[in-house]
């Protein structure tokens, strides 16, 4: 069972449950949102959509990078997708042929490897770098067969953010060598360094983003995870045949949720730096929280929503990730993902997604574990 479906099942049984295993922001969407379903015209909006995006919502999104990273599109660089997810997938499925291979920094969102294994294609892990990546490093790595570099900045399960010098380097080089870039920016509005997002892909000029895809989505910066809204971003050309594959995979986006997330992209930005600023807070509450924790090694995440924790010390031989989450559950009511969902088995991860009180309640809990065991 998914670990989200246990934590609820304990809850639903009275157990007082602290969650770090959420993948998502626990506060209700903005305010933009509300009613927006209720406006819905089904009688005027009931035929199938258009596969490469409702227009309203193509606009939508070229207003609103323009607003937020001042990259300036056109309609035809959007492909709306059910999500992230699905993006991932499309972009697969668009630029590589069955036998070819992508690259991935390792840790690693556990679906790129899934759907790489989908796509036909296999997947070369780049160095393993739980702080700061090294983007000399991941092209060394790289092979003949590499089609594309596949990651997510903020990144999922470590926070680390590339910078503008690094994705510009990245992009650089896969013009050079013929390959692409898939950029998964999904977290890019969870940026703590600064009160303004993370730096993207698009804001390369167009002649340096032509073999770069940024992916992004409604569910983490406007918590609308349900209603599955997504989207592709790059140049017209690549967006013509990801939408090739769009089109036979899902025909269109729920056009009914499309114009909940135009709705959404109508956000005041200081509503969103609100936002924000509150998951920041609640970062630096784990993070001092953790510092009474001696098994447990971390850096300090620039974006997205955990904390990745290495193992270390003495409880190591005896538990791995899978053992300590297990334990925790059982023992403390407390969830953490292991690390071996990221493909580390000596590691945990943990967000940031609850508010102050329980974060500092879950941390004693796990201390209190520990300290039993050492
Ligand atoms: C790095 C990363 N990319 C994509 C997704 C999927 O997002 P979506 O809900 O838009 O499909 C997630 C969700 O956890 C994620 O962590």
Request: hydrophobic share 45%; charged share 20%.
């Amino acid at each position: 069972m998914a670990l989200n479906d246990t934590v609820a099942e304990l809850r639903r049984s009275g157990a007082d449950v602290i969650s770090f295993g959420a993948g998502a922001p626990t506060v209700p969407p903005p305010r933009a949102t509300f009613g927006a379903l209720a406006d819905f015209d089904v009688a005027k909006s009931s035929g199938y959509g258009s596969s490469r995006g409702e227009r309203f919502l193509l606009d939508a999104l070229c207003r609103w990078y323009e607003t937020e990273l001042g990259a300036v599109t056109t309609p035809d660089q959007h492909l709306v997708t059910n999500g992230a997810k699905q993006a991932v997938m499309i972009a697969l499925l668009a630029l590589c042929d069955g036998g070819d291979e992508i690259a991935i920094p390792d840790p690693y969102w556990p679906s790129y490897v899934d759907m790489a294994r989908l796509a036909g294609v296999s997947a070369r892990l780049l160095p393993y770098a739980a702080d700061t990546p090294d983007i000399g490093a991941w092209i060394d790595q790289v092979s003949d067969r590499t089609k594309l570099v596949m990651y997510s900045s903020p990144a999922n399960p470590t926070g680390a953010v590339l910078s503008l010098d690094d994705i510009r380097r990245l992009a650089a080089w896969a013009r050079e060598t013929d390959r692409w870039i898939v950029a998964d920016e999904i977290y890019g509005f969870q940026y703590y360094r600064q009160a303004r997002p993370a730096p993207s892909v698009l804001q390369l000029p167009a002649d340096e983003a032509e073999h770069v895809l940024h992916i992004s989505s409604a569910s983490k910066t406007f918590a609308l995870m349900g209603h599955r809204v997504g989207w592709i971003t790059a140049h017209p050309n690549v967006i013509t045949r990801c939408a090739a594959v769009a089109s036979n995979m899902a025909g269109n986006v729920n056009t009914a949720a499309q114009s909940l997330v135009a709705r959404a992209l109508s956000t005041p930005q200081t509503e969103l730096s609100g936002r924000c600023a509150q998951l920041g807070e609640q970062r630096d509450v784990l993070c001092s929280a953790l510092e009474s924790v001696p098994w447990l090694r971390w850096r300090k995440p620039d974006g997205g929503l955990f904390v990745w924790c290495e193992l270390v010390g003495d409880l190591v031989g005896s538990f791995d990730g899978d053992a300590i989450a297990a334990g925790l559950l059982a023992d403390q009511h407390v969830a953490v993902v292991p690390g071996s969902a990221f493909g580390h088995r000596d590691a945990v991860r943990l967000s940031f997604t609850e508010p102050p009180g329980q974060i500092r309640s879950g941390v004693e809990r796990i201390k209190a574990w520990g300290e039993r065991r050492l």
